[in-house]
């Protein structure tokens, strides 16, 4: 397996990997329907050709694939501001796809209400945005490699703290392995409308969204 910075000339390559895989097996995606049957989301697809633009992505690549390069996992992440979640979460009513709308909101305003720019005093963060691995290709560590050349990443580029929304379990548990700390937590049975529906039935055994945290100190080594 190969590891390499994602370019914005990769964009295509990174979408079509991520419509055959994260799309619809990342579990808020899954829960509210979003991208069933292989199609895409716009909504979706930009808000990942807006991470990969910041130059601070990874992927995998089987080289050995039929003598063709193949992505076989992408970590995407950005750099995020102040002012930058509140800005997507009013730009947020005018998106026609109700079932991104029901996922965006609630990860906007969990971030907001909990919010780590406060708590840290920084003026950026590096943000782990999406995090996936071929269906073919799962249980043979590129995820955990994924994030901790992300970390790498961040250092190398003076960030003091990294951020991450993991939406299941799997997820959760790598970051953690990585030095990543629970900030906040948001059980999906209270994500509810005003009748007190669940707004996004997660299939089990994803309960809970976690945002973590790992902040960088200078003079810190790489794993
Ligand atoms: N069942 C049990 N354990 C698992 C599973 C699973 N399905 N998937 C990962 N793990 C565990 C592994 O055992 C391993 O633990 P270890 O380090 O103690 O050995 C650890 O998680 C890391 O495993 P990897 O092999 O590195 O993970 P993988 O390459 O399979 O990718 C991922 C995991 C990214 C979650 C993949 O299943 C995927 O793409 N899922 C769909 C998209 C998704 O949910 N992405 C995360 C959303 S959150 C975000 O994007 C910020």
């Known amino acids: 397996m190969e590891y390499q910075m ?34 895409s989301c716009p909504a979706l697809e930009a808000h990942c050709a807006e991470a990969i633009q910041h130059r601070m992505s990874v992927m995998a690549v089987d080289a ?19 002012g930058d979640t509140a800005k997507a979460l009013s730009k947020l009513d005018c998106n026609d796809d109700a079932d991104f709308r029901k996922i965006f ?19 950026c963060m590096f943000d782990v945005r999406i995090l996936s691995v071929d269906s073919c290709y799962r249980g043979q560590g590129i995820a955990n490699e994924l994030v901790k050349r992300s970390v790498a990443v961040a250092r190398k580029n003076g960030f003091r703290l990294l951020k991450a929304d993991a939406t299941g379990i799997f997820s959760q548990k790598i970051f953690r392995s990585h030095g990543f700390e629970v900030f906040s937590e948001q059980p999906y049975s209270k994500y509810t409308d005003e ?17 973590l945290y790992k902040a960088i100190c200078a003079g810190d080594q790489d794993e």
């Open 105 to 123: 909101d609630l990860l906007h305003r969990h971030n907001l209400k909990h919010n780590l720019f406060e708590h840290f005093d920084v003026d």
């Open 6 to 39: 994602i370019a914005p000339e990769h964009s295509e390559q990174v979408l079509e990997h991520l419509r055959r895989n994260f799309f619809a097996d990342e579990p808020l995606n899954k829960a509210a329907g979003l991208c069933q049957n292989g199609s």
């Open 195 to 211: 009748d007190g529906k669940v707004i996004l039935p997660v299939e089990a055994p994803h309960i809970k969204l976690q945002q």
């Open 64 to 82: 050995k694939e039929k003598g063709a390069c193949k992505i076989v996992g992408v970590v995407l992440n950005g750099i995020l501001k102040p």
